[in-house]
């Protein structure tokens, strides 16, 4: 799984059947540090994320298992919102926003 | 597979409901020398490892799915060993800046 931050939320109303209803979210690649670690991408979201929050997502095949569709034409799935990342075993640093 | 070491924990309160509860490790992969190269990925782990561990991870969703017997996980690194040594041939290595000349 791979870390990204929320940049924004992409509408399309024109979409393949196995995409209706289903939110679709830009998201940066980031390291833990909030530093940018590739393009962006627009990743199905099923947990429900806001804008300039820190979450992680998977590709692949296993984007399509987020929803309940598992053949569904995606590429990339949040799966998670992070918290904080827990770096040197005291202070749980915040996910920067 | 390849070598990585933890870096941290991921705190993550909101989660897709087919991760559960497991715990979410922050690792980077190591290049033959032990350097940690590239960007950090996260991984669940199934044998129990601590922060600064290097470790052996699958990357692969249906390894993932085998390992947790669950279909429908959505999880692609999965920490499945510690190593505790390994031997690199020299001849793997890349020749140093200006040696062998």
Same mark, same amino acid.
């Given at each position: 799984m791979f870390i990204g931050k929320v940049i924004g939320r992409v509408v399309s109303t024109v979409k393949q059947d196995t995409l209706s209803s289903v939110t679709l979210q830009w998201v940066q690649p980031v390291s833990s540090s909030g530093v940018k670690t590739g393009k962006p991408?627009? =990743?199905?979201?099923?947990?429900?994320?806001?804008?300039? $929050? %820190?979450?992680?997502?998977? %590709?692949?095949? $296993? =984007? =399509?298992? %987020?929803l309940d569709d598992p053949f569904a034409a995606v590429d990339a799935g949040i799966v998670g919102k992070v918290d904080c990342f827990d770096?040197?075993?005291g202070r749980c640093w915040p996910a920067q926003s | 597979m390849f070598r990585a070491r933890v870096v941290g924990d991921v705190?993550?309160?909101?989660?897709?409901e087919h991760l559960g509860q497991k715990k979410l490790l922050l690792v980077r992969r190591l290049d033959l020398d032990g350097?940690? /190269?590239?960007? /950090?990925?996260?991984?669940?782990?199934v044998i129990g490892v601590g922060r600064g561990e290097d470790v052996l991870i699958v990357q692969e969703g249906g390894a993932a799915r085998q390992l947790y017997k669950d279909k429908k996980i959505p999880v692609q690194a999965v920490i499945v060993g510690v190593v505790d040594r390994f031997d690199v041939d020299a001849s793997a290595r890349p020749p140093a800046p200006g040696a062998g000349q």
């Open positions: 991408l627009v =990743a199905v979201d099923r947990i429900g994320v806001g804008p300039g $929050e %820190t979450i992680f997502y998977v %590709t692949s095949r $296993e =984007a =399509a298992m %987020t770096i040197d075993g | 705190v993550a309160t909101h989660r897709h350097a940690e /190269e590239g960007h /950090e990925i996260i991984a669940l782990d």
